[in-house]
């Protein structure tokens, strides 16, 4: 389990990666614009020790945040090192917030899994189409921001991080109902695994298959590119996304959550 973890934490880093980062005997200090605590915090996949003591290791990392004027964040999992690290930062007034589920699936049966999900929803599916877009482009985070309602702020930073790792495959993904687009997401592959972010399903469209026929076209473009698993993560009080994915056949692997400093 300590290998797949960090197999796909190092992963995430690459497909959902920030604006700087800096390594620190095996901590990722990752700073971008505030958007997201994913591109916004440290990820202590290793930790090498060093002269430098481990509170004075904490006490740089939130320099670099302060110096940024952003919130001081620590991306937290059972794995991290060292083990002591979370009840360290609980003693220096850090709060847990949002825990999350990392979940894996297998690409392998992928065709014949969407196959039998189609010949069983085919008049559903009738006025389905999607589209897959390989390049970023602002129609495509015009069209993610209406449907998710986000501020404009949102769509103009993930573009920025869009643009960080070009050379990693990439499906901008838009699933349209008689012609009006109904949901869409990011697909991002890195190796052998491919991340998928932003899951967005129109208000007036939810529970009605839409987002599980996306992921379906998703995962098999991913498949045809060569990567073997992917991945997700989701809230933990998210039911409807979390019962969605189980239907998918997802699993989940490990939970991780975040420490924010409160300031005093």
Request: with cysteine; charged share 20%; net charge neutral.
């Amino acid at each position: 389990m300590n290998v797949l973890w960090k197999k796909i934490e190092q992963s995430s880093l690459q497909t959902w990666p920030a604006l700087q980062s800096q390594l620190i005997n095996g901590w990722n200090i990752r700073l971008s614009d505030g958007y997201s605590k994913r591109s916004n915090s440290v990820s202590p996949l290793d930790y090498v020790e060093t002269k430098m003591t481990l509170e004075e290791q904490i006490a740089y990392c939130e320099a670099q945040y302060h110096q940024a004027q952003l919130p001081v964040v620590f991306k937290m999992t059972s794995f991290v090192e060292p083990t002591i690290l979370d009840q360290l930062l609980h003693a220096r007034n850090y709060q847990i917030q949002d825990e999350t589920s990392v979940q894996l699936k297998s690409l392998n049966m992928i065709d014949q899994e969407y196959a039998n999900y189609k010949s069983n929803q085919q008049q559903r599916l009738s006025e389905v189409t999607y589209i897959i877009e390989e390049q970023w482009s602002e129609a495509w985070i015009r069209q993610a921001s209406t449907l998710g309602q986000w501020p404009d702020n949102v769509g103009q930073s993930i573009a920025k991080l869009m643009k960080v790792n070009p050379s990693l495959p990439k499906a901008y993904i838009t699933l349209y109902q008689a012609g009006t687009p109904v949901a869409c997401a990011i697909g991002i592959i890195d190796s052998d695994y491919m991340g998928i972010y932003d899951v967005i399903t129109g208000a007036a469209y939810r529970r009605l298959g839409f987002a599980r026929t996306m992921l379906y076209h998703l995962m098999k473009w991913a498949k045809d590119k060569g990567a073997s698993y992917t991945y997700l993560h989701v809230g933990e009080h998210n039911e409807v996304a979390i019962q969605l994915y189980r239907h998918l056949g997802f699993e989940e692997i490990y939970r991780y959550w975040y420490r924010v400093l409160l300031e005093k």
